[in-house]
């Protein structure tokens, strides 16, 4: 089936410093989503891309939709210690009627004062 | 913007007992709402998909009869986990949405601990 696997699967980085992650399927999607789940907490949408080669940003937030449509990338710059969490790319399942969506494995961001 | 509530958002029970699990949308309506689980450490897992008055759609390998869903209105869906055991310790998120195509919004989780 569909996976999507991101690397790296954790990063520990001082405050002020940039961040990149991405996220790659073996398939292709024709929608990425980048959400970032804080502790405890349910994912909340950063960013969406429908469109291949598409760039969006979101303050700090930058993400990628990739011309293969294979991969996405999200940067963060100026990293702050509230950017704490998980980084999950999703995308929606191919052979689901309803746009269910399969989730990437997750990066830990962790922020150092 | 949308908002989805859980309640409640966190709950301990005794092996063998069925707990409920609600899932809301606040401010808007959703034809559709999803049941994930999500164990330490690990990414979210789809359980099942529920539509508003009927049968939800259940992910290969969760047992309908033991995650039964209702999806009753188009503000409120229910996930109840019977006679609950400790591997079903876990955080359980629900999301919605409002019609095909549009974004889910998830909700702030509910935490399950079974002893």
């Known amino acids: 089936g569909q996976q999507l696997n991101q690397s790296p699967q954790s990063m520990f980085i001082q405050e002020g410093e940039d961040v990149s992650m991405n996220c790659t399927s073996s398939s292709i999607f024709n929608t990425w989503l980048w959400y970032k789940q804080d502790p405890g907490e349910g994912p909340v949408l950063l960013i969406a891309l429908y469109k291949a080669g598409e760039l969006t940003s979101n303050g700090r937030l930058t993400a990628q939709f990739g011309i293969t449509r294979k991969d996405s990338f999200l940067n963060i710059s100026a990293s702050i210690p509230s950017d704490v969490g998980i980084y999950f790319c999703?995308?929606?399942?191919?052979?689901?009627?309803?746009?269910?969506?399969?989730f990437g494995t997750g990066t830990l961001l962790a922020v150092q004062p | 913007g949308a908002v989805v509530s859980q309640h409640p958002s966190w709950v301990i029970c005794k092996s063998g007992t069925s707990v409920k699990i609600e899932c809301r949308s606040l401010d808007f309506q959703a034809t559709t709402m999803f049941w994930y689980r999500q164990f330490p450490k690990q990414s979210l897992m789809l359980m099942a998909t529920s539509n508003e008055g009927s049968k939800a759609t259940y992910e290969q390998g969760v047992e309908k009869d033991k995650f039964l869903i209702n999806h009753a209105s188009l503000t409120l869906s229910t996930l109840t986990v019977t006679s609950a055991h400790p591997e079903d310790s876990s955080f359980y998120i629900c999301s919605a949405k409002r019609g095909e195509g549009e974004t889910q919004y998830f909700g702030p989780g509910t935490r399950l601990l079974v002893l």
């Open positions: 999703a995308g929606p399942d191919h052979g689901g009627a309803t746009n269910k969506l399969i």
